[in-house]
């Protein structure tokens, strides 16, 4: 009995030794487990701070990327095809310098030919123009646009001439220097301009001043409604003024081949070159070398002639490349046009339309790198938009 009593009490300790190292592994596996979930939170805690802070990274301004990688290199801003923030700016500056040159023209000119004692005196035209319209009423300014109808041209036509011309001209600089405008000033530039070419009579019945009229109505239109800025965030370049710049080039280059071509027959039979030099308005120094050229080389220019105003103008109705082969073909016509001939400001003004072909990837080694420059900003908000784009797909 005392055997089988120790026994069964060694029996008893043993399974309560063996109770307690499982209570006790059971107790330290509870406490490691533990500790590892407190781990855990404390890592997801880490892990959505960072999350957090990459997402306020991610958030952070396009002005502040491209800083940095700018401060780099600032020769390193490369615009992508597509956008034509640099083309509005090229356009409205060189139509300031147009107007600007149309505007100081008037200055020194309108007085002595459409003055009260001018060649042409328009009082006189504007006196019989409210004979037949029975006084300045609504048909008077359907016949004769002109702000000149709102005062008293009798007396004062000299000094209102002046004043146009001179308004005129400080519009046409500050678009020249800003590289934008809106509405209103690019509104009071074709009005005042207007004023002028309808009481102008003869001396304003030129192809030119209704094609500066018509280009200066369709960049209104390229400008924002009130905002200044040359990088206007918010109003980006109109598609469709582009494609009516580019239809109006389009107009201009066929219309002055088909004239040609439907017109005289030295058109057709290539002799017009032989002596067009000596018979076109005011020949400058180099057309007297050019006339003396061989008749080869005339024959050369009136087929260029035909070439540049009967086919190349359906290239601006081709995709990117073609039609910026076509813009720089218009181009270099009327540069060539301008060194050989003397016609005023008209290929000057042709050259307007021609620049629609050229986005701003093209147009981009014009402008300078340097950091808050206008091609800065234009790559801050291609930038933006591709980063929207991004956001979005």
Not at 56 to 81: F, P, W
Not at 145 to 154: G, K, N, T
Request: hydrophobic share 40%; aromatic share 12%.
């Amino acid at each position: 009995m005392s055997e089988k009593t120790l026994r069964l009490g060694g029996t008893k300790e043993n399974n309560s030794r063996t109770k307690r190292k499982q209570t006790m592994e059971s107790e330290r596996h509870y406490q490691l487990r533990h500790r590892k979930l407190g781990v855990n939170e404390e890592n997801d805690k880490s892990d959505k701070k960072g999350t957090s802070t990459t997402s306020l990274r991610k958030s952070s301004s396009d002005t502040d990327r491209l800083q940095a990688s700018q401060s780099l290199n600032e020769h390193a801003i490369h615009l992508e095809n597509g956008t034509w923030w640099l083309t509005r700016i090229v356009l409205l500056r060189y139509l300031g310098f147009i107007y600007f040159v149309a505007f100081l023209v008037a200055l020194h000119q309108n007085k002595q030919l459409i003055g009260l004692d001018g060649l042409l005196p328009a009082q006189k035209y504007l006196d019989n123009v409210k004979q037949r319209t029975g006084g300045i009423t609504l048909n008077t300014f359907t016949h004769i646009p002109s702000i000149i109808l709102l005062f008293d041209y009798s007396k004062d036509l000299n000094h209102l001439l002046d004043c146009l011309a001179y308004g005129g001209l400080g519009l046409s600089l500050f678009l020249i220097v800003n590289g934008g405008a809106n509405w209103f000033i690019m509104l009071a530039l074709w009005i005042l301009y207007h004023s002028i070419v309808n009481v102008g009579q003869t001396w304003y019945g030129f192809g030119w001043e209704s094609q500066i009229l018509e280009t200066g109505f369709l960049a209104v239109f390229l400008c924002p409604v009130f905002n200044l800025s040359s990088i206007p965030k918010n109003t980006p370049t109109s598609q469709i003024v582009l494609y009516g710049f580019r239809w109006l080039i389009f107009r201009i280059m066929l219309g002055a081949g088909l004239i040609k071509i439907r017109g005289d027959q030295c058109w057709r039979d290539l002799t017009c070159m032989n002596y067009h030099y000596e018979t076109q308005p005011v020949p400058n120094p180099i057309s007297y070398y050019m006339h003396q050229s061989p008749e080869i080389f005339h024959k050369f220019e009136t087929l260029t002639n035909h070439f540049v105003e009967l086919v190349a103008p359906f290239l601006l109705v081709f995709p990117r490349r073609l039609r910026m082969v076509g813009g720089a073909i218009q181009i270099l016509f009327q540069v060539v046009l301008i060194i050989s001939g003397n016609l005023s400001f008209l290929n000057w003004l042709t050259i307007i339309p021609s620049l629609a072909c050229f986005d701003d990837a093209s147009l981009s080694p014009m402008f300078s790198n340097k950091r808050n420059s206008v091609k800065w900003k234009v790559k801050i908000v291609q930038e933006h938009d591709k980063n929207i784009n991004q956001s979005q797909d």
